[in-house]
């Protein structure tokens, strides 16, 4: 199995082209956006592991380049920030899936092979809670009824669903939703949730969302 | 005299050290000029006694070695023929090098013991009479008058360093007492201030400045101490509602509900409290420049939309609605901290803007640009104005409306670390306009 890496730190490359070297897979390193798309003039890889912020572009455009000549490898992206919006534009481009950094390098494996196996190779829509949440076309369905959500209101949902049952305070909310460091002075963000219940609530899920009292909110499984 | 001092008082020390080396150095040409002069005029003196002796001695050269004139003068003579010839002579006729002719400057300073002022005259008869006087008298008297010059000399040094010295010590006495007035300012006497004399020149100009120091480190303190009693205060308030909660908490036995409540309500106080401190941190971090900007491309009309965005349900929910006027500028800027300043304006808007819309605006000019929010609230008067943004201010005056009154600081301190300024001022809407103004030179 043949894998390129585009990632500009150095370090970080080493030790994943290492880890894949052990693993049985071959690795092919590009430190730039130009080098990555040279070697995917040139060869035929079995997956595209790309990191976003690269020298002298973005790994999205590199995605961009590929879905748009009709490869469609599958492609793993990797976002250093922790903004639900960042994570969801890569899927909507067409990724397959995404990794935050910083990970562990089993959990890219795990990734890997799991896209590897995968015959449509796409991002499974999430389903907890009595809803499908798929965040390639940015859609939430409530068994045969499709919801209309706001952006923010959608990667709120988002938010919760990746934490699978775990509770997420509001401030993580700002942070992943807004990409805010800060905690306001009014409760700003109770507010978006109670507007994102009530569209819930309206499509027969109300209990979908679990107040978790004195933390925040969480999206039952 | 005391007019006097207070004239020498007046004068600049620069000044007065001008004078006094003028003064000295004209004072040792004008003694040299005059050992000169009298050197030269001793000798001429002698010279005119030589020649009237001549005069005697060309007018009746026979006889002479009897002459009173010539003998009482101590001069020494020679009468010669038409052929050289010696007819007459007295005295010791002196070696030919030993004798000047001309009284100058050179031979007055350069004469010695030895030496001899010679003159000749022709006699009637066609011989010549010479007549040479010895120096010896001449070179003592200089002698003297140099040595009379050289104690007047040592006086006037003496007196010049005496002056000196004097001087110098009235000169520095005021920057002396400066001195000692600020290594006696400690940070209890603050208020302790140096008098000036009047006197505008440079120990003035240090003083005054010193105490312009004093004003500022008083202040500076004056606020500091201000602080720390605000903060404790503001801190002593939820930790004794900490306490008190969980006593109550503790002494309920068997309702689980209720302690669920307390441990609730402690985890919200503790929730403020932890808001509270890390606002404190981002201050102190600011006034002691520990702060780093991460500057990046900003562009403020998003930037705001994306704010207005998250402030605009919590708006609805109170009847208000924020009315977004945002042009697209981008400036190099800290977003994070550009982002928690705006939150803040949005927070206070509110809170005080009771009813009525909040207008969020980005304006820009040449070199600037402005984040403004309006609101339709009471406003703020203007003798209100300046203290708004002092730390734990809060017009209210309650906690009716939550929060510590750091916001308004929080955001004043990121304008002026961008090089900006917040000031506050009265709205179209009825209500306060607050204005973040950001250079836009570094875009």
Known sequence: MHILLLEDDPVTADSLTAGFARSGFEATRAATRREAEEHLATTRFDAVVLDVMVPDGSGYDVLAALRASGDDVPVLILTARDRVRDRVDGLERGADDYLVKPFAFAELLARVRALLRRPTRRFEPLRMAGLEIDPVHRHVTVGERRLDLTRVEFDILFALAEEAGGAVTRRALLEKVWGYRFEPGTNVVDVHVARLRRKLELAGAADAIRTVRGVGYALDE | ?443
């Open chain 2, 1 to 443: 005299m005391s007019d006097l001092r207070r004239v020498f008082a007046r004068i600049d020390v620069r000044l007065a050290l001008l004078l006094a080396v003028m003064a000295t150095a004209f004072s040792s040409l004008l003694l040299a000029g005059f050992l000169a002069f009298a050197t030269v005029e001793s000798l001429e003196e002698e010279a005119v006694r030589l020649d009237d002796a001549t005069r005697v001695l060309a007018a009746e050269p026979v006889g002479a070695a009897e002459s009173t004139t010539l003998a009482r003068g101590g001069f020494s003579f020679r009468v010669r023929d038409a052929a050289g010839h010696v007819l007459e002579s007295g005295g010791t006729w002196p070696e030919a090098e030993h004798m000047h002719g001309r009284v100058s400057l050179a031979e007055a300073l350069g004469a010695d013991a030895a030496d001899w002022l010679v003159r000749a005259r022709p006699t009637p008869d066609g011989g010549v009479g010479e007549v040479a006087l010895s120096l010896r008298h001449f070179v003592r008297e200089r002698g003297e008058l140099a040595g009379r010059a050289l104690v007047v000399a040592l006086l006037g040094l003496a007196g010049a360093l005496a002056f000196g010295i004097v001087g110098a010590r009235r000169a520095l006495r005021p920057l002396r007492e400066t001195t000692a007035a600020i290594r006696a300012i400690d940070p209890k006497r603050l208020d302790a201030r140096i008098a000036l004399r009047g006197t505008h020149d440079d120990i003035d100009a240090l003083a005054g400045t010193t105490n312009e120091v004093l004003e500022r480190l008083a202040w500076a303190f004056a606020r500091l101490s201000a602080f720390s009693a605000d903060a404790a205060h503001e801190l002593r308030t939820p930790v004794n509602r900490l306490l008190n909660t969980a006593e109550v908490a503790l002494t309920t036995t068997g309702d689980v509900a209720a302690k669920d409540d307390a441990l609730e309500s402690i985890r919200e106080t503790a929730q403020a409290l932890g808001r509270t401190i890390e606002q404190l941190l981002l201050l102190s971090a600011g006034d002691e420049g520990r702060l780093e900007l991460s500057r990046e491309p900003v562009e403020l009309g998003g930037l705001v939309a994306d704010l207005a965005g998250l402030y605009a349900p919590e708006a609805e929910s109170r009847g208000r609605t924020i009315e977004l006027a945002a042009a697209a500028v981008v400036l190099r800027a800290d977003r994070g901290l550009l982002e928690r300043a705006v939150a803040n304006l949005l927070d206070n808007a509110l809170k005080y803007g009771v009813g009525g819309p909040i207008r969020v605006g980005v304006e820009s000019a040449d070199g600037w640009a402005a984040i403004v929010v309006e609101d339709a609230g009471p406003g703020i008067s203007a003798a209100d104005r300046s203290r708004i943004f002092e730390r734990f201010v809060r017009l209210d005056g309650g906690r009716a409306t939550g929060g510590v009154g750091l916001g308004l600081s929080i955001a004043r301190m990121v304008a002026r670390l961008h090089g900006g300024e917040l000031a506050v001022g009265s709205s179209a809407l009825g209500g306060a306009a607050f204005r973040l103004a950001l250079r836009r030179d570094v875009a």
